[in-house]
């Protein structure tokens, strides 16, 4: 009650000030750092700006030295519901945000100010106070909590995700889920947020500061409970990063399987062999598969949940083409000399972020569908719906990748058509960071025939033709009707400090053995040498 009370005395007082100041004139504040509290660690940078005129940039300096750029145009409803007079207030983002190492600089006595830049090249001086720092003290992990949202109590049944962002100068030692204060299990850790990047320019490790568990809540009883997301720094320090109120409701039918249907894509052209007219070839019935025909790749995972009651488990798969199942993994066989129309094929990037269920590393499928067999059937060519019905043994069942399924466009091409070289740039990822001289890594196929080069393009200059051949039994795993693919892998040397720091894009290429060359992909990262070690 008594806040309530402040808030609207704070309200009242910043209404009565509002008259008094023109709306020509600049307001704003840092909240952050508080020159009451020692800072350690990554020193928040934290305030906001209302100016008629707009904010091109704001600059953070420290001691009188410009530091870095802070991000901008954050929403605060404190701010919008403080100037509720202020002209365009309700689609304001008056806030701004950013962060310093404290290690940079000694202990003792520091100077923050920040510089703000309008759009009319003047620069208003905001906030100036002076900070200590302590580097002896360790500032517990900082972060947020993404999903679920702070926006009432969330209901949950089967799987359900929580992600955020966690970091800590000390480095992450783990992340832990908890339900009513007892560890249900921790998070992955480390996957990329530029965002969170961008807000700490001097604390590179916050790229890869994100986390995310996928939480089984059959393992939870229905009702509601309260979902905690802790950080533990290296050194031991724990912190709250957020807190949830979520609603646990499963019964089962709410339990149905759960997956993905990874390729092909939405819109994809589907090719079939073997179908032209005058074909002769005695149409193949069950299943549909001609090995000398060309093979489409039906490729992704699925999972499934029970009650206490019963294990939940997936039964069986479906590939159906306009509501027919041509095939199942009841057709499960060793083709191509491995196997397919299967489930249970290794998915070790599903157990990682599915760890607490039992089949996780056993969730992959593969239909190898024949597109020219079904049109030696009847299939005409042109527009069908394409999904993957997922089952479990409780007779519950789930479309992949959603209930309408996917349009798909089949096509007849004769044997003499040229299949486009596909493949994966593996290293770097998006927006890594690189130094140095390092390996481009990844692997490329041709259905059709052998790949004869793969080359490697930056910024859009030729820059050489990467070594290909290396073993690849994945690639072999999941793509058998391929010849060649257990031995796909590419890798390419290259000195980084050719490149201007800054971010860059390379780009793969194929090259058949017909002189067909098609782009196999691009990834853009960044490029940061002789930095000066902090
Ligand atoms: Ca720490
Ligand atoms: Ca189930
Ligand atoms: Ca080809």
Not at 85 to 105: K, M, S, V
Not at 426 to 443: H, K, M
Not at 496 to 501: A, D, G, I, M, V
Request: proline residues 7%.
């Amino acid at each position: 009650m008594w806040r309530w009370v402040t808030r609207c005395l704070v309200l009242a007082l910043l209404a009565q000030l509002a008259p008094a100041l023109s709306a020509q004139t600049f307001h704003g504040a840092v909240d952050k750092p508080d020159p009451a509290q020692v800072q350690s660690g990554i020193v928040p940078v934290i305030g906001w700006v209302l100016n008629p005129l707009a904010v091109s940039k704001i600059e953070l300096w420290v001691d009188d030295q410009y530091q870095h750029d802070a991000m901008l145009n954050l929403p605060r409803i404190d701010i919008i519901e403080a100037y509720p007079d202020w002209p365009g207030i309700h689609t304001a983002r008056p806030g701004f945000i950013t962060g310093f190492r404290a290690d940079r600089f000694s202990n003792g006595p520091h100077t923050v100010e920040m510089r703000v830049y309008l759009s009319d090249s003047s620069v208003q001086f905001l906030g100036r106070r002076t900070i200590n720092i302590n580097n002896t003290v360790n500032q517990a992990p900082f972060g947020y909590l993404d999903i679920p949202d702070g926006a009432g109590i969330k209901n949950v049944s089967g799987a359900f995700p929580v992600n955020g962002w966690a970091a800590d100068l000390d480095g992450i030692q783990n992340i832990e889920v908890m339900i009513d204060g007892g560890i249900l299990q921790g998070a992955m850790y480390g996957d990329p947020r530029p965002d969170v990047g961008a807000t700490y320019p001097d604390f590179t490790s916050a790229q890869f500061s994100g986390f995310v568990a996928n939480i089984d809540s059959t393992r939870i009883e229905n009702g509601v409970h309260l979902l905690t997301v802790r950080a533990i720094d290296k050194k031991g320090m724990a912190a709250t990063i957020g807190t949830r109120t979520v609603q646990v409701i499963n019964n089962d039918a709410f339990l149905k399987p759960f997956g993905y249907l990874e390729e092909p894509l939405r819109d994809a052209r589907l090719y079939g062999t073997g179908c032209a007219p005058g074909n002769d070839e005695p149409p193949v019935i069950s299943p549909p598969i001609n090995p000398e025909n060309h093979i489409t790749p039906i490729r992704g995972w699925a999972l499934d949940l029970g009650t206490r009651h019963d294990v939940g488990r997936v039964s069986y798969l479906e590939l159906m083409v306009d509501g027919v199942a041509w095939l199942t993994t009841d057709d499960c066989a060793v083709r191509f000399g491995r196997f397919a129309n299967c489930y249970g094929l290794p998915r070790y990037d599903v157990a990682r972020y599915y760890p607490t269920f039992p089949d996780a590393l056993l969730s992959g499928y593969l239909f190898t569908l024949d597109v020219g067999s079904l049109m030696n059937l009847g299939v005409r060519p042109g527009q069908h719906n394409l999904m993957v019905r997922v089952g479990d043994r409780e007779g519950t069942f789930t479309e992949l990748p959603n209930r309408d399924g996917i349009p798909v466009f089949f096509q007849c091409v004769d044997d003499t058509f040229n299949f486009a070289s596909y493949g994966f740039i593996e290293y770097p990822t998006s927006f890594d960071y690189v130094g140095g001289t390092i390996l481009f890594r990844g692997w490329a196929l041709d259905t059709d025939e052998q790949i004869v080069n793969v080359q490697l393009v930056i910024d859009g200059n030729f820059v050489g033709i990467a070594q290909y051949g290396y073993p690849r039994p994945d690639v072999g795993d999941q793509y058998p009707f391929v010849l060649n693919a257990d031995n796909s892998g590419w890798i390419f040397q290259f000195d980084t400090r050719k490149l201007t720091n800054g971010r860059h894009r390379v780009t793969a290429r194929g090259v058949d053995a017909r002189g067909e060359t098609t782009e196999i992909g691009s990834v853009d990262f960044y490029v940061a040498n002789n930095n000066p070690q902090p």
